[in-house]
């Protein structure tokens, strides 16, 4: 969407982000031995990393972590609690961690009671277990603004996008009375204080749903993209917080007498066959490695093609795998192929210049053009993606229809026939050209490559006002095209997918494993080992603990040419440092930043030229070359190795 409306000459603000704390987080980040803050700082940097992969495009990334944001929140907060809108109380209730949410008895997917029918517990909705919380904390009064929030869902009616998530709102949660919210929490530390009573922290979704005016410089005091760029018209969510951005986000904007954003959309989720991904099904696909093998153009257009408007879509290696070949290689790069090749052999590589009801299909083809663009356009408008790549693929089908109606190889045996075989090259270029603005917003890649191979300038590719008919004269095409998108062996594909699924893939490791030590077993016993220094017993050996360790930082030791002073989340609580004399090898060390290493991680601490080293890193050496053993960036800061 934000491509979309930039190529459309809009000025666009797109924000993502993190939301850092909560009880959630505090429990996972003890759970692996690290602080919470070291451990959103890991995952932060790691979604970081995957959004840049995939191309996302966002102009921000706030974490609510930031400085800035968390004195924000304190301020909100002690205006809401100034004007009356929050008091303190005392809540009992069923909390469940996992989704960071309170609920009622009623509420409860499943209650859980004892011999004398009292309720003990149970599961929320999402499946997660809840448990009963007693404790003082602040309330926001929501009950309030119950009635004005749905004189605004009547005023406003795609204000929830799509409706049926508006029917849900209403009839689930506000019509059977709408509740106060407890807003803060004492039983854990991980959040921002309430600057007037800090043993209270502020509850997670108060704290996350502000980030949308925070990021803008509400409440800090640059509040510039605030008043340039709020109220936004769009919030782009997952269907299971559609409730936190329809219900308490809008009464927190009431309440702040700020106005609300236009329109909130909750999209459905991308499933498999057998529900949720999860590494105990083994049915979890990674999209690294879909990106390394099939290109980014290949994910980011079946991701847009898969899930349908409002609802869930499954990801299947079938259909990933066909939609690649037949949509991708078959229909749009054998068009595109196809086109190159014909203007080479029969117009000397130069795209002729567009002439109208020159042949009897010209018409119709221009007529599905000119159609395809205002559908696509009120598709996009409506945030119907997958519709509007299929409005795409009219144009795409319709052109190749073109090429099978107008047999430009039987035109070309004929002179008098130069005009009609130029308005079928024309045509067909023109007809790419338009497809290629189109795809922009999906594909990030194969639009500008289509334009490189038809000798088109990628200056002249704005959406705003496109039209078929304005193809550039005396265009010359690339000599010889190369395929955009190579068509894949099906079942061979279909199959490495399969393999890489978590499941399968450790199951795959296992047998692998268990075969090559049957057939090396007798081998071992007799082969002869090279080794350089005296052999240990194994008991000596399994004093030595290693851990899987992240590079943060690396820089030079002052006054010591050989080392090299590393800082490392390795799942302690905080950075360790670990310093190597391995400088002349690493010209470069800020290149090994983000790089995952292994470490001796029991090592006594020792001091070298004043610096505290906190253990060793593992290298390689070969030859006059020392290198660091790297291992792969999906395991875990402080796994242990062995």
Same mark, same amino acid.
């Given at each position: ?40 700082? /890991? ?48 809540? /009992? ?397 099906? /079942? ?151």
């Amino acid at each position: 969407m934000a491509r979309y409306k930039r190529l459309q000459g809009f000025d666009v603000f797109f924000l993502t982000g993190t939301d850092e704390h909560g009880l959630k987080i505090e429990q996972k980040a003890e759970q692996l031995g690290t602080t919470p803050k070291a451990y959103v700082d /890991e995952m932060a940097a790691g979604i970081k990393k995957l959004w840049k992969l995939l191309e996302i495009s966002n102009d921000k990334f706030i974490r609510t972590t930031d400085d800035y944001h968390e004195k924000a929140i304190q301020k909100i907060f002690m205006k809401l609690l100034d004007k009356g809108d929050i008091y303190l109380g005392e809540y /009992e209730g069923w909390y469940s961690v996992s989704d960071e949410e309170y609920f009622t008895e009623s509420q409860l997917a499943e209650v859980y009671r004892d011999a004398t029918g009292k309720v003990t517990g149970g599961k929320a909705p999402s499946g997660h277990e809840v448990q009963l919380v007693k404790e003082e904390c602040y309330f926001f009064k929501m009950s309030k603004y119950a009635d004005r929030l749905v004189k605004y869902y009547n005023e406003h009616p795609d204000f929830i996008i799509p409706n049926s998530r508006k029917n849900e709102m209403l009839n689930n949660f506000i019509k059977p009375g709408l509740e106060d919210l407890a807003i803060t929490r004492t039983t854990f530390n991980w959040g921002v204080k309430v600057p007037s009573n800090p043993k209270h922290v502020v509850y997670v979704w108060i704290d996350a749903l502000c980030n949308y005016i925070t990021a803008l410089g509400y409440g800090t005091s640059d509040d510039t993209l605030f008043k340039k760029y709020w109220p936004a018209d769009i919030h782009m969510v997952g269907k299971e917080i559609v409730r936190f951005h329809t219900i308490y986000w809008p009464i927190i904007l009431m309440a702040l007498e700020l106005p609300l954003p236009k329109h909130v959309i909750g999209h459905g989720w991308l499933l498999m066959k057998d529900g949720k991904m999860s590494k105990s099904k083994g049915n979890v696909v990674y999209p690294e490695m879909l990106v390394e093998r099939y290109g980014l153009d290949a994910l980011r257009y079946y991701l847009m093609r898969a899930v349908p408007f409002g609802n869930d879509g499954v990801f299947t290696p079938e259909d990933f795998v066909s939609r690649v070949n037949f949509e991708l290689a078959n229909d749009l790069g054998n068009l595109l192929n196809r086109t190159v090749a014909m203007i080479n052999k029969y117009n000397a590589g130069q795209i002729p210049a567009l002439t109208a009801n020159v042949t009897a299909f010209d018409k119709e083809l221009e007529k599905v053009a000119q159609e395809t663009i205002t559908a696509y356009a009120k598709e996009m408008d409506e945030v119907h993606f997958s519709n509007a790549l299929a409005e795409v693929w009219q144009l795409v089908s319709r052109t190749n229809k073109y090429i099978d109606e107008t047999e430009p190889w039987i035109l070309a045996k004929d002179e008098t026939k130069k005009e009609a075989l130029d308005s079928v090259l024309a045509h067909l270029a023109a007809s790419l050209r338009v497809i290629a603005i189109l795809l922009q917003p999906v594909m990030t890649h194969a639009p500008k490559e289509i334009f490189a191979q038809l000798g088109l300038s990628n200056s002249k590719m704005e959406i705003k006002d496109v039209k078929y008919t304005d193809l550039p004269k005396e265009a010359v095409v690339v000599s010889a095209g190369t395929p955009i998108f190579p068509r894949l062996d099906m /079942e061979a594909e279909i199959e490495f997918i399969k393999s890489k699924m978590s499941k399968n893939e450790k199951a795959k490791g296992r047998k692998a494993m268990a075969e090559a030590a049957r057939k090396t077993a007798e081998q071992a016993e007799t082969a002869e080992l090279n080794l350089t220094k005296k052999e240990i017993r194994f008991d000596k050996f399994d004093k030595v603990e290693l851990k899987a360790a992240e590079i943060l930082n690396v820089e030079r030791v002052s006054g010591a040419d050989k080392l090299l002073k590393f800082t490392l989340a390795a799942g302690d609580k905080g950075p360790r440092q670990i310093l190597s004399g391995i400088a002349q090898w690493y010209p470069e060390p800020q290149e090994l930043i983000g790089k995952k290493v292994i470490i001796v991680a029991n090592l006594q601490p020792r001091k070298m030229r004043g610096e505290v080293s906190q253990g060793m890193l593992l290298s390689a050496e070969y030859g006059e070359t020392v290198k660091l053993l790297e291992i792969s960036d999906q395991i875990p800061n402080g796994s242990l190795i062995g």
